[in-house]
């Protein structure tokens, strides 16, 4: 069985419609798509072809952990 790590992405509306996609834990990983569905279906893609060639080059795969801080907005 192979481990499971969750990726917060990042959709951003195009004027000309669609959305790219950001991954902050991977900067290196962007893509898009054409609706939201679409776009979230090449995140998965991109991020678990990045994660394969990381493994491939022999890198550690980064884990990271997520804290929210909640201010008061003045």
């Known amino acids: 069985m192979t481990d499971q790590h969750e990726y ?8 000309e419609g669609g959305f ?3 991954v902050p834990d991977l900067p ?9 569905e679409e ?3 090449m995140a998965k893609d991109a991020i ?3 994660l394969e060639a990381m493994r491939d080059q022999g890198w550690d ?5 997520h804290e929210r801080v909640f201010v ?3």
């Open 72 to 74: 008061r907005a003045v």
């Open 20 to 22: 790219t996609v950001s």
């Open 28 to 36: 290196d990983v962007m893509t898009e798509g054409d609706t939201r």
């Open 48 to 50: 678990e072809g990045y």
């Open 8 to 15: 917060e992405v990042i959709l951003m509306p195009q004027a």
């Open 61 to 65: 795969v980064p884990v990271t952990v």
């Open 39 to 41: 776009a979230l279906a």
